[in-house]
């Protein structure tokens, strides 16, 4: 990414890694299956006859069990329409992507494992900024991005420059520079995925497909200004903040590259892109089909710090004793009953997932 921050989940298999808190990320890509089989019966259905061979992507893969979900999906959809038509399998090349320091000893291990149980699919790793080119021209069919591409290339430059904190503790001065701060965000996101698509439609066939999700807000709802990941981080370091724990100066420097945007927002960034049509969009409740025990405070806080560990780190330094803090934090924060459940209905997010399909 253009940003110098250090954007990537903790790796490993630890008590704190990626790998054994995302259990609702998992649950968010099981919502795509339909719209990633979908994306493949169209696909192979506008084919003369089937092709011999197929490429897909998976954009932000991260590390841990929810690396080849995506992947899983689109290859057994591919298998289960070759069956259907009772055509003979048909060769699959799968790539897995994420920036460069990502956990990629695990992914690699992983997708040894997958391509010896599909004797039929190749694979590879494919480090790199997905605001970036990835592929060469014409060589994709579908691409497929989870919990992703809410993450910026940057943090608004702007805010940077002028010194604008991006979450002042003083809640009327954060009031007084909602608008300023929010505006900066999505003119960032609006920028980042207008280039996101770009690249792709380069990078897709002729009618390829590419099916994403990423946290969000519903078009009704009042900007926040944050996904409410970032929502809840922000109030765990400015309660760190008023104990003394982290510097305040060291604070209002910190801009994590994150944004939700309005499932309409999101509709206008693709239409006038112009290059995809829309063949789907739907606005999800992140936690509707998740237990509630999965929502508790100890669980929420190992969530947020296998997310935001790493960038937490770089900025405020002191690896451990902070995040031990951090955690610590936000469990007083939260044990009070309802206090949890209060800051998630304050701080409503939802998952936007698209399917789209490139222009001819």
Partial sequence: MASEQTVHMNGGQGDTSYARNSSLQNAEQSRMRPLIAEAIADLLRASASLPRSMVVADLGCSSGPNALTLVSISVDAIRGQCLRSQQPPVEVCVF????????????????????????????????????????????????????????????????????????????????????????????????????????????LVAGGRLVVSLAGRRSEEPAAEFTHAW??????????????????????????PIYGPSDEELRGIIQAEGSFSIREMQVNEPTSNVESTLISSSKMASLLRAGFEPIIVQHFGSSGEIMDEFVRTAERRWNQQGSLEAELARNRRVILVVSLKKKV
Avoid: C
């Fill in 231 to 256: 929502e809840s981080v922000a109030l765990i370091l400015s309660d760190m903040v008023s104990k003394g724990v982290i510097n305040k100066a060291k604070f209002d420097t910190f801009y994590i």
């Fill in 96 to 203: 897995l992507n994420d920036l460069p320091d990502n956990d990629f000893n695990m992914v690699v291990k992983s997708l040894v494992a997958f391509q010896q149980s599909n004797r039929s699919v190749v694979t590879g790793v494919i480090p790199g900024s997905f605001y970036g080119r990835l592929f060469t021209s014409g060589s994709l069919h579908l691409v497929s991005s989870a919990n992703s591409l809410h993450w910026l290339s940057e943090a608004p430059e702007e805010l940077r420059r002028n010194k604008i904190p991006a979450y002042d503790i003083d809640e009327h001065v954060r009031r007084g520079r909602r608008r300023v701060v929010i505006g900066a965000y999505a003119r960032q996101f609006r920028k980042d995925f207008k280039l996101f698509l770009e690249l792709r439609a380069k990078e």
